[in-house]
């Protein structure tokens, strides 16, 4: 679920975000459990973290509708050593009630030749409805599994919130993911997760990546959310040598709206 479009501006934050915060991961639907990470990879499954030995400097700005201010995010992603890491910081992020900034730092590690661990965490500012003006900040640690069958197929498994300093607050809740290379050169996406604000319900990611030129790669994706309303999303990158230009938007299905508009700039370093 991605908790800035479910969420009412201005309440406590109910969980951190943990999909849709850069716009590749958003053009696919969100899903960020059995993928490749995108520049907001710390608050997704951080075991997603492999070693694919590249190092990257990720600008995001994401504008949600109704947010009183467009936020901007500054991540760096390094998989190019044996233990894999990122660091991610947004500012004025309303669109999960973090109306200050927010920080995610993961890092991962291969257990065996397959499967790969990964631990992040996260801190987070925001303003408590019962005490206008003053300030708190929440913390919370997460874990993931991810499980790659051959070069085809990529399995994951994450808990948010395994610790969490406000329990009243954040939830602990999990999800899995799974991710498939089809036929030409298709890759197909899905996150099941629990919703850490409807007690037994969960959402559904889907999304699909391909390559209609050779620079150019289109995204599509699906989402099922527990409140019941569904969205869609669409994205497109232009890579060269140098990085890539990312763009992508999430559509509300039922009131034909746009919800969120997302651009990216990635840098190889």
Known sequence: MILFAATAFGDDPSSFPTSGL???????????????????STFGNPATLTPEG???????????????NTSWGLSIVD???????????YRDPEFAN?????WGVAFSQRLMPSLYMGESIHMGKYEPTATPGSEE???AADG??????????????VVHNLYASDRDILEQYSGVGIGMLLPMTIH????????????????LRTGIEFN????????????DRANGSTYLTVGITYTDANGSLDAAILYNDETDETDTVAFGLSMGL
């Open 22 to 40: 850069d716009a590749q991961s958003l053009g696919r639907g969100g899903t960020a459990i059995a993928t490749l990470p995108g520049v907001s």
């Open 54 to 68: 590249y190092y990257i400097l990720g600008v995001e700005f994401l504008d949600p509708k109704d947010a009183p």
């Open 79 to 89: 998989t190019s050593s044996a233990i894999r890491g990122a660091l991610s910081y």
């Open 98 to 102: 973090f109306q200050k900034e927010l």
């Open 137 to 139: 900040t929440l913390y």
């Open 144 to 157: 993931g599994l991810m499980y790659k069958l051959g070069d085809n197929v990529s399995i994951g498994y």
């Open 188 to 203: 197909f996406t899905a996150d099941f997760e629990e919703d850490p604000i409807i007690t037994g319900e969960s959402n």
């Open 212 to 223: 209609p030129m050779e620079r150019i790669t289109g995204r599509f994706g699906f989402q």
